[in-house]
């Protein structure tokens, strides 16, 4: 057993509202300069739709993720070693600036600069951020189909839709969406570490971001295609790799995610899992896609267990992140109510980003009939005829399972039939709790985590110390009581003990050419050999 932590998040989509903030937050965080105009580290996307880039999902094109061999190993989708080299530098499988989107800005010079008394309306033509021409027609963009806006066209090339056969009506008043925030799933398993030929992406074993060495990455893009989830993109202007990092400087100092501080909704959920790494890869080459979802979780450790805790202490991971681990809300929401569930597990990546389903147009399409959009009875009967098909969800999380999905569902559909009892002053009915496997105390605790979860209850992050070098606690001066003792274990900084100032200076040189001061004993006062000699 190899323990290791991994920082991950959780999406509660029966809380999002489409509003964008955490789209905008991030991208004048991250993305907001030349050459990442078009590129979008975290997207909220409207489903049934296509996604950005236009369909991101549909692996028969662009070759994302991993297949599994008949020999029961994993390879890239894309190919192994021989065809990576065979395709270094024309890799067809990328997506173009078309199926992202162009990015565009306005002349709005021209507006300022009309003249007086013009008689025709000034406007401000839209122009390319690549290259300053004007663009006659705005044609797509990252949330061209917001809001079922462009669901007339494209909605029929959603794959999850094709892959599931369904057909859905496109009357706006029919129809049914949600939303679906996305960023890059930091894996368990990344195909875009693997598909990458000069090594440059990697996975923190200390957290399990995964993240891009700009210095060794050489711009083969090949990492792009590997992601099947189609967060890795590539900046024009540097000519490298960028992604999504977790925001792992607010992550190091515990606190979370620009995206996650800024949701509206309050639905995300950052938190601490521990696992075994040596069971990754064979989760990752479960044979049926159906039971990948059980198969990460196998993956993934109790972190109440006493042997768990000591063999991770032993493993080094600090004491503050087995806490965090015992208190995460992600450990809570996946295993003790089991309603959190990963995206496309078929790609076979052992995503990190998980969600809870969408429950809301169920209860309005049952209170527009005239029942009663709270009673958990009409509800669990109307869960498989509810406005967004089961097998629509089962398609986006499990892989075509609708067993999991429609547990989640029922839990979610019991807490609001069970809690509104409470709420009204009622006797609560155990016997809601009892008809989803669970009982009420459960019920209310799973209430409090996803309705009124205050701050420190949606982000358990542990702090780290990146400014610490890593082996520095294993050392003997590490707890010393004498700063300059310790500094003597390392002659080659060229910074001993200080020695005693007089007034030709501090230490061995003179105030012309001043001398080192160890900063670790400075009593703070003006030795004269750190600074240069005053000029009169």
Same mark, same amino acid.
């Given at each position: ?6 920082? %991950? ?103 300022? !600069? ?6 025709? &309306? ?6 390319? &951020? ?5 663009? *006659? ?60 030929? !000069? ?26 295609? %590997? ?144 029942? *009663?959009?709270? *009673? ?54 155990? !016997?809601?709790?009892?008809?989803? %496997? ?75 050419? %001043? ?22």
């Amino acid at each position: 057993m190899r323990i290791m932590a991994q920082i %991950g998040m959780i999406m509660n989509l029966d809380k999002c509202i489409g509003c964008h903030t955490c789209s905008v937050t991030c991208k004048q965080a991250w993305t907001n300069r030349q050459g990442m105009e078009y590129i979008w580290f975290n997207n909220v996307e409207t489903r049934p739709g296509v996604g950005y880039p236009r369909g991101w999902e549909d692996q028969d094109k662009w070759e994302g993720g991993w297949v599994r061999t008949a020999s029961g190993k994993l390879k890239p989708r894309a190919g192994g070693r021989v065809k990576k080299l065979m395709t270094l530098f024309h890799n067809p499988k990328l997506p173009s600036i078309n199926d992202y989107y162009e990015p565009w800005t306005y002349e709005y010079d021209k507006l300022l !600069s009309a003249p007086k008394g013009q008689k025709t &309306q000034p406007t401000a033509r839209p122009v390319s &951020q690549l290259d300053g021409r004007p663009i *006659d027609k705005i044609s797509w963009s990252s949330n061209w189909d917001d809001n079922l806006g462009g669901a007339q066209e494209t909605i029929d090339e959603d794959p999850v839709l094709r892959a599931a056969n369904l057909k859905v009506r496109k009357e706006i008043e029919d129809a049914f969406m949600f939303y679906l925030p996305r960023i890059c799933e930091h894996c368990l398993n990344p195909t875009c570490a693997s598909s990458c030929p !000069s090594g440059a992406i990697y996975k923190r074993a200390e957290d399990g971001i995964v993240l891009v060495d700009q210095d060794r990455c050489r711009g083969w893009r090949m990492c792009v295609s %590997g992601c099947p989830y189609k967060k890795v993109y590539f900046n024009h202007k540097s000519g490298k790799a960028e992604k999504c990092t977790l925001c792992y400087p607010r992550i190091e100092v515990g606190q979370p995610t620009v995206c996650s501080e800024t949701c509206v909704g309050r639905l995300r959920y950052l938190g601490v899992l521990l696992y075994d790494a040596d069971k990754v890869a064979a989760a990752a080459a479960t044979e049926d896609p159906q039971d990948l979802y059980e198969a990460q979780k196998g993956v993934f450790l109790d972190p109440h267990d006493p042997e768990i805790q000591r063999q991770a202490e032993a493993a080094g991971i600090p004491p503050s992140w087995i806490e965090a681990a015992q208190q995460s809300p992600l450990h809570d929401l996946i295993f003790k109510y089991e309603v959190a569930l990963p995206l496309h597990p078929e790609y076979r990546t052992l995503p990190m980003v998980w969600y809870i389903p969408p429950l809301s147009p169920v209860v309005d399409e049952v209170t527009a009939s005239g029942a *009663d959009g709270e *009673d958990h009875k009409v509800l669990f009967s109307a869960l498989s005829n509810m406005r967004i098909p089961l097998e629509y969800l089962a398609g986006l999380f499990t892989a075509g399972d609708t067993a999991p999905v429609e547990r989640s569902l029922r839990r979610l559909v019991a807490m609001r039939s069970y809690m509104r009892d409470i709420n009204l002053g009622n006797e609560p009915q155990e !016997s809601i709790a009892e008809a989803v %496997g669970m009982t009420g105390r459960k019920i209310e605790e799973m209430y409090k985590l996803l309705a009124v979860a205050k701050y420190d209850d949606r982000y358990v992050i542990p702090t780290a110390s990146p400014e610490t070098p890593r082996g520095i606690a294993t050392l003997d001066m590490y707890n010393s009581q004498d700063p300059a003792k310790a500094m003597d274990q390392f002659p080659d900084l060229g910074m001993g003990a200080p020695e005693a100032c007089s007034s030709e200076g501090c230490g061995s040189g003179s105030a012309d050419t %001043g001398s080192k001061v160890s900063l670790l004993s400075w009593s703070g006062d003006r030795p004269d050999g750190m600074f240069p000699p005053r000029r009169d």
